[in-house]
């Protein structure tokens, strides 16, 4: 049973600060990894998506993955308000074909 | 550049009816895929399709099914309702379809279904 496990949350970050999120998923086969924000009744949006070992950075965000330790992070530098989003991590086995397996998400709060 | 466009939006349905959505992936994707969110699973993968073949399915009844049409957009129908259907039903494009991990989905906005 493929699984991605995320903290749910609230996690809660001031304004500005480094706000950090986490995953870790089941399946050694897993070769790629998303990050998806989704907003209140709104559909999920791609953040990022990272396949390799080591850290890949897109604006204020930087992905992390650890295929040893099966662990794939979210960093959001200078955290704004509107960064107050569920964050749904995601794993894919093999390719295109294959669906992805999404952790329940965890609910991020930016206080102002 | 349309999006993802997925019709209806909301939709209210009794147990046992059956129900059919459609999805208009963004034209060039040619894949589409089906998710089912709901508060308890979270999201959850449907099937997906490409040229008008389910390539992959994932671990629900045979009440779900879908097909793919000649221009891509594709339809799902949910048969004999339960009132566990109830969900947010999101399509998905994409446009690399080959053996790359890296297939990136953009989602529509969904279809709320409510089985009363």
């Known amino acids: 049973q493929k699984e991605v496990e995320q903290n749910s949350g609230p996690l809660s970050v001031p304004e500005g600060a480094i706000a950090s999120l986490n995953c870790t998923y089941s399946d050694r086969g897993s070769q790629s990894f998303f990050w998806y924000r989704q907003y209140s009744g709104k559909s999920p949006e791609l953040i990022m998506f990272i396949y390799s070992n080591g850290d890949k950075e897109d604006g204020r965000f930087t992905a992390q993955l650890n295929k040893a330790s099966q662990y794939v992070s979210l960093l959001i530098r200078d955290s704004q308000p509107s960064d107050s989003a569920t964050y749904l991590c995601a794993a894919r086995t093999g390719g295109g074909a294959d669906g992805l397996t999404f952790g329940k998400g965890t609910h991020l709060i930016i206080q102002p | 550049k349309a999006g993802v466009t997925q019709t209806p939006r909301y939709l209210i349905k009794t147990r046992g009816q059956q129900v059919t959505l459609s999805c208009s992936p963004i034209?060039?994707?040619?894949?589409v895929s089906w998710y089912q969110q709901t508060p308890g699973q979270g999201l959850q993968f449907l099937f997906e399709?490409?040229?008008?073949?389910?390539?992959n399915k994932g671990n629900f009844p045979g009440r779900f099914s879908g097909r793919q049409f000649s221009n891509s957009r594709s339809e799902m129908n949910v048969s004999t309702l339960e009132l566990g259907d109830s969900a947010l039903y999101l399509c998905a494009s994409s446009f690399i379809t080959g053996a790359s991990g890296a297939n990136v989905l953009t989602f529509g906005a969904g279809s709320r279904l409510t089985v009363l």
């Open positions: 034209s060039g994707h040619r894949s």
């Open positions: 399709y490409f040229s008008e073949t389910q390539r």
